[in-house]
């Protein structure tokens, strides 16, 4: 089993930044993408950041390439999300999740991952 625990959501005005932190333990070797999804109320959930290991890909949904960053740091089994010039329609629940290395891996579906963490509140008042 994997554990994440997200930090770091909060009130932001437009313009601003968050970083959020996801924080995985328990057998973190099993993992091979740690990607970022969220949620709006009355939304689906949907695809933000992804960051696979073994290739080293980095993939980012449209709607925030060029305001945020996905990094990692290892050491720590850590995946930020640095969130810049966030906007109005950024409000959601921000999810961190976990997968496995799988063959023809499509990191930018939630149902590709295994484990999630409970999530963390990102709002962006206007």
């Known amino acids: 089993q994997v554990q994440l625990i997200e930090s770091g959501g909060g009130l932001v005005q437009t313009g601003g930044s968050l970083r959020l932190s996801c924080a995985a333990s328990g057998r973190t070797f099993s993992t091979n993408t740690m990607g970022w999804f969220r949620q709006a109320p009355g939304k689906e959930r949907e695809f933000v950041a992804a960051?696979?290991?073994?290739?080293?890909?980095?993939s980012y949904a449209d709607s925030v390439k060029g305001r945020f960053t996905i990094s990692r740091d290892m050491a720590k089994n850590t995946v930020y999300l640095q969130m810049n010039s966030l906007k109005p329609e950024d409000t959601a629940v921000y999810y961190c999740?976990?997968?496995?290395?799988?063959?023809?891996?499509?990191?930018?579906?939630?149902?590709?991952?295994?484990?999630w963490g409970q999530g963390t509140q990102v709002t962006v008042s206007s």
């Open positions: 960051f696979t290991w073994v290739s080293f890909r980095i």
């Open positions: 999740a976990a997968a496995p290395q799988k063959l023809r891996f499509r990191d930018y579906d939630p149902t590709e991952y295994n484990y």
